[in-house]
């Protein structure tokens, strides 16, 4: 687009010395209107230099806000399966049924004191060791966490008619403690689909620490052991609120 507005202005340019050093009186008022639908399609090249980014910009955030969302509830989702079960899950329909009739243990953990012998069977000696102690005191039905929240489509990458990609696995987070993983995820190719082509491939390439990094929107990782998305804070701005508002 840059080279093709150069290249108009130095048409313009040309057109106008030709016009004062060569061109005889009577054409002149027709070269006047050609440079003036040159100087509209310049203008107008222009604009929709400026703005193109800025609409791409905007569309990108309303598109990048509505997948964090279904995201954000895949996550609650695979977090809460694995308090409940110790793994995460890539299956989907397993998920979606363990919300409908889950339930996840609430536990009470409160310290006691206890006399424990440090001595032997024959001469006793009785210290007092204080322990801590982990009690179920209920269950949480885990669609209780759910409410008004339409998981049931939760795969669904919004404006597509795709699905997000979810695998799992483990990591050794230290030597001998293997701690399971997962990742959710969408390609940035799928969501953007239709938009202006040159600003997708500068959007899967950006590195600012205020935008979305690479070429996916993922929660979670294979990588390292996170349950966090790749987005940044500005995207988790309504949640907070939420918070604040309760």
Not at 184 to 191: E, L, P, Q, T, W
């Amino acid at each position: 687009m840059l080279i093709t507005i150069i290249a108009a202005i130095v048409i313009a340019a040309v057109l106008a010395f030709f016009i004062v050093k060569y061109l005889p009186l009577k054409l002149k008022p027709l070269v006047s209107i050609i440079l003036l639908v040159l100087a509209g399609f310049l203008t107008w090249k222009i604009y929709d230099g400026v703005m193109k980014p800025i609409n791409f910009d905007k569309e990108k955030k309303v598109i990048y806000t509505k997948v964090i969302k279904q995201l954000k509830m895949i996550r609650d989702a695979e977090i809460a399966h694995k308090e409940a079960t110790g793994q995460y899950t890539k299956d989907m329909d397993a998920l979606i049924k363990f919300i409908d009739t889950g339930k996840i243990a609430i536990t009470q953990t409160i310290n006691v004191t206890e006399e424990v012998n440090k001595g032997t069977r024959y001469q006793k000696i009785m210290v007092e060791v204080e322990k801590r102690v982990t009690d179920t005191i209920g269950y949480e039905p885990v669609i209780s966490r759910f409410t008004g929240r339409d998981y049931k489509n939760m795969f669904n990458v919004p404006g597509t008619n795709k699905k997000f990609t979810i695998e799992v696995g483990t990591l050794e987070k230290v030597q001998g403690l293997v701690v399971p993983v997962f990742e959710a995820k969408v390609a940035k190719d799928d969501i953007l689909t239709g938009m202006d082509a040159s600003l997708v491939k500068v959007e899967k390439e950006v590195l600012s620490t205020d935008e979305i990094r690479g070429a996916y929107v993922s929660v979670g990782s294979l990588s390292e052991v996170t349950t966090g998305g790749n987005w940044p804070p500005s995207y988790d701005k309504g949640d907070r609120d939420k918070k604040e508002d309760k």
